[in-house]
C-alpha cells in the first residue's frame, strides 16, 4: 500500500506540472498507460505564436485612406489627416515597424503646418488619401507621396527625403482629359519608370509620370490607360517583377485581383479576361459579420522565402465605425497569401482579429 501510495502521488504531481507545462510547451501524455510505470515526458519547445504567427489588427484605432511603404530602415505607414482623440488634429501621422505587425506609437506627422497643402483657392484642406513610394530621382528629394484633399477634384504630390518625411507640398499633378471625381491615388515604381493609378467616376487609370524639383509632369505623349471598369476601384499594384504585376483592388466590399504582364496592362482574372473590359477580377477577401467592410489595399509585400504574398488592408468593424473624434476608425489588417505554382494566390481570407499565421520575413 505504502509503495502504491508513493506511486499515485508523483503520478499526481507530474499531471499537476503537465498542466502548468502545456502553457509554454508541448507534452507526451502522463496517462500510465501499462498500470506500473510513469509515461516519458518530453520537452518539446516553445509554442508561443509569437514566433511564427502574428496578431490582427496590427494597429488601431486607425490609419484611414493611409500607405504603407519600405523605407530605408524600416516599413512606414503614412495615416491622412486624422483626430485619434478628440480635438487633437495629426497632419499625416507616421507609424514605423520592422516585420509589418509590430508598429510602434505616433512618433511625427508626414507634414508640417508650413509644409501641409492647401488647395487651389489657397485654403486648408483635409488630406483624404494618400499613396507614397521610394523614387531616386534626383540628389535629395528621394521619396514621393500622392495625395487628394477633401472637397477638390485632383491630385496632388509632395516629396521628402526620407519616407518618415516631413514632406514638401509640390502641387497639384497635371493629369489628362481633365477627369472628374478624382481620388484615391496609388503611386509605385518599376526600375526608373514611375506610374500613378487613380480612381475617377468612369474607371481606374494609370498614368506614366515624369518627377523632378519642381512635382510631378506628364509628357506630351504619355496617355493615360483605363485599366478597370467603374466597379473596380481604390487599387493597389504589386509589382514582383518587369513581367508579372498584381492589381489589387475594392469591388463590392471586396478586395479582389488580376494580373498583368506589363505596368499599363491589360490586368485580366484567370480567364484572361481584362478589368477594363468588364471583368471584376479574383475573389481574395471578403467582409464578415464583426468587419463588415474591407477598404483600401495598401500595398503588398514577398517574404524572403517568396512563398507568401502578404497585403496590407484596412477593415471596419461593425459597431466601431468612427472614433470618439468622428473620424472613421479603420484599423490595418496584414493578410498572407500562399503562391500557387502558376503564380496565382491560394485561397480566400475575412478580416479576422487574432492570430495570423505566417509571420512576415
Known sequence: MKTNSIKSLAMSVLCAGSLMGLLTGALTSCTDMGGDGIDTVTWEGSVNPDNSSFHNPVWEPSLDGGTILKGASAY???????????????????????????????????????????????????????????????????????YTLEGVNGIGCASATSAQGVYTDLGMVPLKNDPQQVSDP?????????????????????????????????????????IAGPEFK????????????????????????????????????????????????????????????VDNPMRAFINSEGSHLFLCYNAIKGDQQTMSSGYARKPVFVQPFQFAEDGWLVGTATPTEGWTAPRFE
Open 76 to 146: 512606414v505607414a503614412i495615416s491622412t489627416t486624422t483626430q485619434w482623440a478628440k480635438g487633437l488634429t495629426y497632419l499625416c501621422p507616421v507609424l514605423t515597424s520592422n516585420d509589418l505587425a509590430t508598429w510602434d506609437k505616433f512618433t511625427a506627422d508626414a507634414f508640417t503646418q508650413a509644409s501641409y497643402p492647401v488647395s487651389t483657392e489657397g485654403s486648408e484642406a483635409r488630406v483624404n488619401s494618400l499613396s507614397a513610394d521610394f523614387a531616386r530621382t534626383y540628389s535629395g528629394n528621394k521619396y514621393w507621396l500622392f
Open 186 to 226: 496609388f503611386f509605385f515604381v518599376q526600375s526608373k519608370n514611375y506610374y500613378l493609378c487613380y480612381t475617377t467616376a468612369d474607371g481606374t487609370y494609370i498614368q506614366k509620370v515624369g518627377l523632378s524639383k519642381t512635382g510631378a509632369t506628364i509628357g506630351s505623349s504619355a496617355e493615360p490607360e483605363k
Open 234 to 293: 481604390n487599387v493597389a499594384v504589386y509589382y514582383a517583377s518587369s513581367s508579372d504585376l498584381y492589381l489589387f483592388g475594392v469591388v463590392d466590399n471586396e478586395i479582389r485581383y488580376a494580373r498583368a504582364t506589363t505596368a499599363m496592362g491589360p490586368y485580366v482574372d484567370k480567364s484572361g479576361v481584362s478589368l477594363a473590359d468588364g471583368s471584376k477580377g479574383e475573389q481574395l477577401i471578403t467582409a464578415n459579420g464583426v468587419y463588415n467592410v
